[in-house]
């Protein structure tokens, strides 16, 4: 059993919405999204710390996305009014323990647990 799978990518308008989900197999309270384009190196894009419900996002998405977590099994993240610039592979990612500031600095190098990617394309 994989610890983190993800799901929900595919192709979409400019404009759209999509939502994806993160099958949770880690007893984690620190989740996050990152994303990573072709030729391009990964970036964060949103960070749940479940504790406090305290939730960041990258400048790029503030406002368009919405990062959450349904169950302690699935965490979701909800993108609208995407844009070509939002295309990438997404990955889900869970770090261990409670320290609320590592959590919410979106630091890729923080988190030990990592899905394989949903894919997620957007056509202008």
């Known amino acids: 059993l994989d610890d983190l799978v993800e799901s929900g990518g595919g192709t979409i308008q400019a404009g759209g919405s999509l939502t994806l989900s993160c099958a949770v197999h880690?007893?984690?309270?620190?989740l996050a999204w990152f994303r990573q384009a072709p030729g391009k190196k990964r970036e964060d894009v949103a960070v749940?710390?479940?504790?406090?419900?305290?939730s960041d996002y990258n400048k790029d998405v503030r406002g368009r996305f919405l990062i959450s977590r349904d169950s302690p099994s699935t965490a979701t993240l909800q993108m609208n009014s995407l844009k070509p610039s939002d295309a990438a592979m997404y990955y889900c990612?869970?770090?261990?323990?409670?320290?609320?500031?590592?959590?919410?600095?979106?630091?890729?190098?923080?988190?030990?647990?990592w899905g394989q990617g949903t894919q997620v394309a957007v056509s202008s």
């Open positions: 990612a869970a770090r261990l323990g409670r320290d609320r500031w590592a959590c919410l600095t979106r630091d890729p190098d923080r988190f030990a647990y």
């Open positions: 749940l710390f479940t504790e406090d419900g305290t």
């Open positions: 880690v007893d984690t309270n620190c």
